[in-house]
């Protein structure tokens, strides 16, 4: 993960008072011999902060406190790294994320693995479902600009209008002041 921990007073990229990730950086691959180093980003719009739900950041939290006790994580460290205090190399955490969707019940047999990709996908497609518009979901995806979350997830924009537009007509139809989300 390309996060690191922080504390109220200083700049890393994980914020838990505030709820958010500020991604700064992003990390090269591990080679053999050559672990990942942070790097600059892409594009001036990946340079963003991802907002965190609560559970999300009571999880990272409990994590990090059981590291901290167990002497595998440091203050400031990444969220999840290795032994040494270094980030996790994408094969393992390929790997991590392919045996925590097994658990999970999400991963059927002959079905290609999940992959963080999966993931950053699913997490877009909540945002637009839970109503935010093009533009804060642009911001939080790091897309560069808006038409380009709204070209890949226009099917999704869809889905909501169509069916923000269907429980107005059935409130209209049965003459009910709107009562539901």
Same mark, same amino acid.
């Given at each position: ?10 700049s890393r990229?994980?914020d838990?008072e505030t709820?958010?990730i500020h ?11 050559k672990p990942?180093?942070r790097l ?5 719009g990946?340079?963003r902060d991802?907002?965190?739900?609560e559970?999300l950041?009571?999880f990272?939290?409990?994590h990090r406190?059981q ?7 440091r ?5 999840f790294?290795t032994?040494?205090?270094? @980030?996790?190399?994408?094969?393992y955490?390929a790997?991590?994320?392919t045996?925590a969707?097994?658990r999970?019940?999400l991963?059927?047999d002959?079905?290609q693995p ?5 993931l950053?996908?699913t997490?877009?497609s ?6 935010a ?5 642009s911001r939080?995806a790091g897309h560069s600009?808006p038409?380009i979350?709204?070209?890949r ?7 909501l209008?169509s ?6 007509r059935?409130?209209?139809a049965?003459g009910?002041a709107r009562?539901? @989300?």
């Amino acid at each position: 993960m390309t996060s690191r921990m922080s504390t109220p007073r200083n700049s890393r990229s994980v914020d838990f008072e505030t709820r958010e990730i500020h991604v700064r950086f992003q990390l090269s691959r591990a080679q053999r011999g050559k672990p990942a180093r942070r790097l600059a980003l892409k594009t001036a719009g990946s340079r963003r902060d991802v907002m965190m739900g609560e559970r999300l950041v009571a999880f990272l939290k409990a994590h990090r406190q059981q590291a901290l006790m167990k002497g595998q994580h440091r203050p400031g460290g990444y969220v999840f790294c290795t032994m040494a205090g270094g @980030p996790f190399g994408r094969r393992y955490v390929a790997q991590a994320i392919t045996i925590a969707s097994q658990r999970a019940g999400l991963q059927p047999d002959g079905v290609q693995p999940l992959g963080a990709h999966d993931l950053r996908h699913t997490h877009i497609s909540h945002l637009i479902r839970a109503g935010a518009d093009v533009l804060t979901v642009s911001r939080q995806a790091g897309h560069s600009k808006p038409s380009i979350t709204f070209d890949r997830y226009s099917y999704e924009f869809a889905r909501l209008q169509s069916g923000e537009a269907l429980r107005e007509r059935l409130a209209t139809a049965f003459g009910l002041a709107r009562s539901f @989300p």
